[in-house]
T-cell receptor, first 109, second 112 residues
């Protein structure tokens, strides 16, 4: 089977740094993506890692270790508007993208 | 920029009724998808299409049918709705496998 595991909830304070982990077990691997979804909204793309290492996009960074089947999303200088659900997703090859169950991030003042 | 547009946004169905969810994208993407999202279960792929005239089953295809008669449109049909199909449905598109997926705003379906 194919599965992605990520924590169900994370809570952090405004201005802090938070890391959301994702481990995956898939038949193939072509890349790890992260999506953000606010309540009642559509998932929107944040980042993509095809190779090992860190990708930085403003306050958000994403890391991948293919040998460990592991990645994480790092959010810095947290803002209240970052309160949302975050999904990791894997392209195992072919035409499908498989999503994790999502991590709900609560940012407190 | 319209992106991916879904209709209707909200619908209540009685058990056994049929309906079609419409999806249109204006980005000339080859790939289109239908996902359903349920609490605590993330996004699960129902059906997908890799080009006009093609469709394929995803993770949870039972009870649904799809058609891709035109490149820009991807229709999701429920022939005989069941309460288990109460969910939020997202249409999405991408230019190719492994690329960024662009989602529509979602369709909230309740089957009573």
């Amino acid at each position: 089977g194919q599965s992605l595991e990520q924590p169900s909830e994370v809570t952090a304070v405004e201005g802090a740094i938070v890391q959301i982990n994702c481990t995956y077990q898939t038949s193939g691997f072509y890349g790890l993506s992260w999506y953000q979804q606010h309540d009642g909204g559509a998932p929107t793309f944040l980042s993509y890692n095809a190779l090992d290492g860190l990708e930085e996009t403003g306050r958000f960074s994403s890391f991948l270790s293919r040998s460990d089947s592991y990645g994480y999303l790092l959010l810095q200088e947290l803002q209240m508007k970052d309160s949302a659900s975050y999904f990791c997703a894997v392209n195992p090859g072919g035409f499908k993208t498989i999503f994790g169950a999502g991590t709900r991030l609560f940012v407190k003042a | 920029n319209a992106g991916v547009t879904q209709t209707p946004k909200f619908r209540v169905l009685k058990t056994g009724q049929s309906m079609t969810l419409l999806c249109a994208q204006d980005m000339n993407h080859e790939y289109m998808y239908w996902y359903r999202q349920d609490p605590g279960m993330g996004l699960r792929l129902i059906h997908y299409s890799v080009g006009e005239g093609t469709t394929a089953k995803g993770e949870v295809p039972d009870g649904y049918n799809v058609s891709r008669l035109k490149k820009q449109n991807f229709l999701l049909g429920l022939e005989s709705a069941a309460p288990s199909q109460t969910s939020v449905y997202f249409c999405a598109s991408s230019p190719g496998s492994g690329n960024t997926i662009y989602f529509g705003e979602g369709s909230w379906l309740t089957v009573v």
